[in-house]
């Protein structure tokens, strides 16, 4: 079965740029949409954005200024940048599979998370 | 502060049932967007648990049921057990935001 992999560093100085990889197993990245959803310590979860293996992309408008999410088909992953981070982009940060069925959608799988700490 | 709204917290006896509510508004469930459901046990990543409303995905057992009616949905778990002591959240889409929101999420303790 398809599972996800995050990889990316753990401490972000603030005003720098977050970059993150999900790697996709057991499955081809092709076909499907591929999502960024984070969880602050504590709190709930939010959606990122979105990427189809075609490369279109869907964001959070409340981040869309300093979001990007790419694909890279060659390795089966995909990627997030988030940029001028503060500390309020503290978060657990999730990649998963974004299932689109006649308009309706929903996440599964997910990766296990990778959590960023934005400090100096 | 969430759009959909969900208890904090609810609680039960094992082999209880208990029920969590994921309250929305005519831009989200009551546009029609369907209501998934996600289970998060400790430390762990989010897992669905239900989509659509009301489906299981292969291997969530059947004491686990989602509804819909109006601008709201409903969890519902039957014969409460420990390993279900986990954080739940709802998620749906809504149009006045335009993109996809999650409830707040609730901590279910199994007493």
């Known amino acids: 079965q398809v599972q996800l992999q995050e990889s990316g560093p753990g401490l972000v100085k603030p005003s720098e740029t977050l970059s993150l990889t999900c790697t996709v197993s057991?499955?081809?990245?092709?076909?499907?949409?591929w999502s960024w959803i984070r969880q602050p310590p504590g709190k709930g979860l939010e959606w990122i954005g979105y990427?189809?293996?075609?490369?279109?992309?869907n964001y959070n408008p409340s981040l869309k200024s300093r979001v990007t999410i790419s694909v890279d088909t060659s390795k089966n992953q995909f990627s997030l940048k988030l940029s001028s981070v503060t500390a309020a982009d503290t978060a657990v940060y999730y990649c998963?599979?974004?299932?689109?069925?006649?308009?309706?959608?929903?996440?599964?799988?997910w990766g296990q998370g990778t959590l960023v700490t934005v400090s100096s | 502060q969430s759009v959909l709204t969900q208890p904090p917290s609810v609680s039960g006896a094992p082999g209880q049932r208990v029920t969590i509510s994921c309250t929305g508004s005519s831009s989200n469930i009551g546009a029609g967007y369907d209501v998934h459901w996600y289970q998060q046990l400790p430390g762990t990543a989010p897992k669905l648990l239900i989509y659509?409303?009301?489906n299981r995905p292969s291997g969530v057992p059947d004491r686990f049921s989602g509804s819909k009616s109006g601008t709201s949905a409903s969890l519902a778990i039957t014969g409460l057990q420990a390993e279900d002591e986990a954080d739940y959240y709802c998620?749906?889409?809504?149009?006045?935001?335009?993109?996809?929101?999650f409830g707040g999420g609730t901590k279910l303790t199994v007493l």
């Open positions: 659509g409303n009301s």
């Open positions: 998963a599979r974004f299932i689109v069925v006649k308009g309706h959608n929903w996440f599964d799988p």
């Open positions: 057991g499955g081809s990245i092709s076909s499907y949409y």
């Open positions: 990427i189809y293996y075609s490369g279109s992309t």
């Open positions: 998620q749906s889409y809504d149009s006045s935001l335009s993109h996809w929101v």
